[in-house]
């Protein structure tokens, strides 16, 4: 009688502490997303404590919300600030990943820089610009860029060779010297800027963060937090788990996740991204598929930043730029073979061979040109993909401008399957197929 009555107090004791236990799941399932939900199955379980495998739900959002913005109005009193700025907090990357911890990923994913330590050869400067003349003078097409490129590339033109030689100064700050309206190096300046001051620019810095969070619903954790900005143009950026944010890093975060989630190569795979912007979306795709040879393709202009870029991120890999393969454009199929990396101005499209690319890349690029050059790229993407192979796009479904080719108006000679079709966060719907014939 007395065993009975012990054990049934024992097991009712028992039931109080699993009771304690769902509570706290029940915590979990209210301010996190599922990927960052666990269970405590046992009766002493402690809650997790790997702080960057959390995402917040909507209700940890508000919670962390309110949390930062004590912490920044009481400077650090009533809350400890989470969030880090670039240009306003004493900041050591290097010291932070000395040692294991909770808020940051281990091992240290290859895309966290600790310093901002590489210096671009003058040799490769000089390659660069050469590269630039060429790219303009051998151009045999000429095709009408859209008014607000030609406008665009004028600007850049003007920062990068004004005096008629490259400005290695400006190309080694381009992300952080001076903001342009065209938003690979404008959005650099949206959330940390020495102009708004360190208050605004922390604000701003609580929105990112909480973005960042909300990416969680569509972006597998594992990608969130491996991916962190290159020092590379010296941009400022909110400091956060050890990674360094920025708008431009979760917009690659999506395509990363759709490009790996829909698409798989059982060869050293082709990818030509069309418009490639300064490069960003190209390191990190290197980064997943590291035996790839990536073609990267853009305006002169836009190529000059994306070279310096590329350059700075990969010393180590083989990179082709146009002074180095001028000579050989006939002999594409050995260049993709010799380089890890091929920028090119678009007129080298037609030298890229029949059937020898894996996966074309176009975002917010072919809706933007004028309608020649899309055409022009259209022709070439049907001709260069390899059957199997993968086509991703996120672009504008409808012309603002008649001069302009948007996506409900390409014509495809090949066929695809579609793998992926979804309307993007990023206003415009993200596409995905498979060349089938």
Known sequence: MIKNTLYTIKWTLKRIGYLKKEVKNLFHIIIYQPQSRFLLESWDAPSCPLEVIKFYSFIG???FGFREFMALISNGII???????????????????????DNIPHPKPPLVELSPTYQIDT????TIEKSYYLANEHDPDRFDRADWWEEMSRAFKKELFDSGKINREYLANFRGIKELPAN????QFLVVNRDFGYHISYLKAIDLVLEYHRHAKIVKKE????????YAGNNLCVNYRGMRLSLR?????????NILSNSSFDKRPVIWEIGAGYGGLGRILKSYIPNSCHILLDLPETLTYCSYFIAYNFPDKKVAYLSDIMERLDEFDTLIEEYDFILIPPWVSKYIPNNSVDLVIDTYSMSEMSKVYAEYYLEHIDRTLNIGGYFYSINKRFKRESDKLPFYEWRFKSKFTTLLYE?????????LGQKIG
Request: hydrophobic share 45%.
């Open 184 to 187: 690979i190096v404008k959005d």
């Open 223 to 230: 990608i969130l937090f491996s991916l962190s900005e290159s």
């Open 123 to 126: 040799e490769i400067f000089e």
């Open 249 to 257: 890093l979760l917009f690659h975060s999506v395509m990363v996740d």
């Open 61 to 63: 959002r508000i919670w």
């Open 423 to 431: 309307y993007s966060k990023y206003i415009h719907p993200q596409w």
């Open 79 to 101: 809350f400890k600030k989470q969030i880090l700025l670039d240009g306003f907090d004493p900041i050591d990357v290097k010291a932070l990943y000395a040692t294991g911890r």
